[in-house]
């Protein structure tokens, strides 16, 4: 059973880089097919969708976003990860990981959420 | 981007009884290719992550209760849960993955028992 599991720090200060991991359990990250995906919920709100990382290497990100957000993939420790440049009060939010199955899937697997605050 | 709208945004449902959320898209998601709604539901609890309970607008994910069901067609769908339990209190999201890779969910419906 894939398991995901985000790390990071909690706390971050204005104008840094926030970097988080999302560490894959029960199964390679580089088998299936799959799309790795970051997910952030602001708090008290909905859900807002902030890239993938496709194990060819390509990635896409959010327009809203894409000036700020790289996600990359370090296969020997089974993991991939969200560097978010610039941050500021507004990034504050529950970062989760999550996989899809292809590009035209839903999101079946998810981390539990690693809370980031900005201040 | 699409744009998905849930009603109600809250709603309080007895015990047994059935709730039903609606989500309306601002365009068709379906693929003709596959005629598949490339619409998905999921169920979030306080504190934690978001669980996939219907993709395909209407296909259950593998063990998710039977009582959990979703229906619709072209912009206009619905959860319907039977049933309800005390456990089913949580706030439930649409998403669309039709318009890939910009995927974007509904606001969120919180259900509450009445």
Redesign the interface.
């Known amino acids: 059973q894939v398991q995901l599991q985000e790390s990071g720090p909690g706390l971050v200060k204005p104008s840094q880089t926030l970097s988080l991991t999302c560490t894959v359990s029960g199964g390679s990250i580089n088998s299936g097919g799959y799309y790795w995906n970051w997910i952030r919920q602001h708090p008290g709100k909905?859900?807002?969708?902030i890239g993938?990382f496709y194990n060819t290497g390509s990635t896409?990100y959010?327009?809203s976003l894409r000036s700020r957000v790289t996600i990359s993939v370090d296969t020997s420790k089974n993991q991939f990860s969200l560097k978010l440049t610039s941050i500021t009060a507004a990034d504050t939010a529950v970062y989760?990981c999550?996989r899809?199955r292809t590009?035209?899937?839903?999101?079946?697997i998810?981390?539990?959420?690693t809370i980031v605050t900005v201040s | 981007d699409i744009v998905l709208t849930q009603s109600p945004e809250s709603l309080a449902v007895s015990l047994g009884e059935r709730a039903t959320i609606n989500c309306k898209s601002s365009q068709s998601v379906l693929y003709g290719s596959y005629n598949k709604h490339f619409l998905a539901w999921y169920q979030q609890k306080p504190g934690q992550a978001p669980k996939l309970l219907i993709y395909w607008a209407s296909t259950r994910e593998s063990g998710v209760p039977d009582r959990f069901s979703g229906s619709g067609s072209g912009t206009n769908f619905t959860l319907t849960i039977s049933n309800l339990q005390a456990e089913d209190v949580a706030v439930y999201y649409c998403q669309q993955y039709y318009h890939t890779p910009m995927y974007t969910f509904g606001q969120g419906t919180k259900l509450e028992i009445k």
């Not at chain 1, 998810?110 to 959420?113: A, P, V």
């Open positions: 909905g859900l807002e969708w993938y896409y959010n327009p989760y999550a899809a590009i035209t899937d839903a999101f079946d998810w981390g539990q959420g």
